[in-house]
């Protein structure tokens, strides 16, 4: 089945500066590739995600690059905001008909002003 | 985005109860919700595929008499852990695809049990 790194496992910026996150994934069936952020005590919020027929995806500040051969994707962040503090998710799924996600490990961000 | 709702947000039981937690999909119908258990500090662990109208799937190792799960409408679907423990104290979290064969999930904001 999928397997799912995530690192770094803990993230700290200073306010404004870029942080990237990076996962590497072991199925190469595998097609969608989500990101997600949660906040303490709280569901994940999708907040970008990336299918296999793209190489990038931006919106706004936040950036997703994906690399099939590598079978590696990572999330970027620029001017980092202390509100983007959070635990973030990098998830694969590629079954077919409904969707299972295997999440990676999660990432603790903290954005200090 | 969609919305997914959790009832309760949180729940305090005595062990050997049984809880039920309802997840909601309020916007959208949705005919598979999935249920996911985090420990503090984990990621997110798939417990089961709740499908609408026939029975759950469950991922290796879960117990499907212990995690009892039903899918009665296209917007409900409900947790029940049964004769709960204090090791299945957790956070439960659902999420749904917003619409058949999609891959967008959308979350709810998730249960917190504590089993005494």
């Known amino acids: 089945g999928e397997n799912v790194e995530q690192h770094p496992s803990t993230l700290s910026v200073q306010e404004g500066d870029s942080a990237v996150i990076k996962c590497t994934y072991s199925d190469s069936a595998s097609n969608y590739f989500p990101w997600y952020k949660q906040e303490l005590g709280k569901g994940p919020q999708l907040i970008i995600d990336i299918r296999s027929n793209v190489g990038e995806k931006k919106d706004q500040r936040i950036a997703v690059t994906l690399n099939k051969t590598a079978k590696h994707f990572s999330l970027h962040i620029t001017e980092t905001q202390p509100e983007d503090s959070a635990v973030y998710f990098c998830a694969a799924s590629g079954d077919t008909g409904f969707q299972k996600l295997v999440f990676g490990t999660g990432t603790r961000l903290l954005v200090s002003p | ?116």
């Open chain 2, 1 to 116: 985005g969609a919305v997914v709702s959790q009832h309760p947000s949180r729940v305090i039981c005595k062990s050997g109860t049984s809880v039920k937690i309802e997840c909601r999909s309020l916007d959208f119908q949705a005919t598979t919700m999935f249920w996911y258990r985090q420990f503090p500090k984990q990621s997110l662990m798939l417990m089961a595929t709740s499908n609408e109208g026939s029975k759950a799937t469950y991922e290796q190792g879960v117990e499907k008499d212990k995690f009892l799960i039903n899918h009665a409408s296209l917007t409900l679907s409900t947790l029940t852990v049964t004769s709960a423990h204090p090791e299945d104290s957790s956070f439960y979290i659902c999420s749904a695809p917003l619409a058949g064969g999609a891959e967008t999930q959308y979350f709810g904001p998730g249960t917190r049990l504590l089993v005494l």
